[in-house]
């Protein structure tokens, strides 16, 4: 089993000393989520089931993938990922562009965690229609593994339509991978037929069965991975029915406060990376 980071769920303030303690601890990964901007109308902020925004105007966003090239230079060894990255809110060139300067920086570190979202405020803000963000998230998809792989690219779909182009240099990776965040059919689809894996939300062994039982269904045999948050961990003991189930990471987070996140994974290393 593979461990990872959430440098979401602390104050940023902590992130830089948080990756680089997973670094020297053995964790295999730190992962940042992003939104590209908040607007002051939280009509459009509930998550979906909840009963109240999900989100505050005040809080500091930061460009994902930039912040975690800087996280490169201070780390050896960690993978870098995005859980996740609203990558169709800007156009692939920008997105491909971006985790392929990771990769490169880091050297093969970068791991590109995608999402449909959920938060329709931006979208608008961003003057992007909310109802085609999935199909404009998979076109985007298609796109970026050419531009990673193929000499030149020219492209005709639905939302994006360029003449040839060269996109270099190429990912440090032969195959960067990209995973799909989401729960919903259309992100298990864009998983099991686009994607090199599935990032899952919070869930413990019980919750998360029925979305492997879909995936292990939609998926054509290739290597696949999954990601797991399991904030809520019994013991080493527990791992064996992660592990049963297919999953081959897990997020976890062994801290309830930011300032005792670094003391948290020493902790978390001493018992279940030995």
Not at 44 to 64: N, Q
Not at 139 to 157: M, N
Not at 232 to 243: A, Q
Not at 256 to 261: F, N, Q, V, Y
Request: hydrophobic share 45%.
């Amino acid at each position: 089993m593979r461990f990872g980071v959430p440098l979401g769920l602390i104050h940023p303030d902590a992130w830089r000393d948080v990756a680089v303690a997973a670094d020297e601890l053995g964790f295999e990964s730190v992962w940042l989520p992003e939104h590209l901007v908040f607007t002051t109308d939280l009509s459009l902020a509930v998550y979906p089931g909840a009963d109240r925004p999900a989100i505050s105007p005040a809080t500091p966003l930061f460009d994902a993938p930039a912040y975690l090239c800087w996280l490169a230079g201070l780390t050896s060894r960690v993978l870098l990922g995005t859980a996740v990255h609203l990558y169709a809110l800007r156009h692939p060139f920008v997105s491909a562009r971006a985790f392929a300067t990771l990769d490169r920086v880091s050297g093969g570190r970068a791991v590109c965690g995608v999402g449909a979202g959920w938060y329709e405020g931006e979208w608008r803000a961003a003057g992007i229609d909310f109802t085609t963000r999935g199909a404009r998230l998979d076109e985007a998809i298609e796109i970026t593994r050419r531009l990673w792989s193929e000499p030149v690219v020219a492209h005709t779909g639905r939302f994006y339509d360029f003449p040839e182009v060269a996109f270099e240099p190429k990912p440090v990776q032969e195959r960067l991978p990209i995973l799909a965040g989401g729960e919903s059919d259309a992100a298990l689809r864009r998983a099991a037929r686009l994607c090199d894996g599935w990032i899952g939300m919070p869930h413990s062994p019980e919750t998360i069965r029925p979305r492997l039982d879909r995936l292990a269904a939609l998926r054509d045999g290739r290597p696949f991975s999954v990601t797991a948050h399991a904030y809520e961990l019994s013991g080493p003991g527990e791992i064996p029915r992660w592990e049963a189930l297919g999953v081959d990471r897990m997020i976890v987070r062994p801290w309830r406060r930011s300032r005792d996140a670094v003391t948290g994974l020493a902790a978390f290393a001493a018992e279940y990376l030995r």
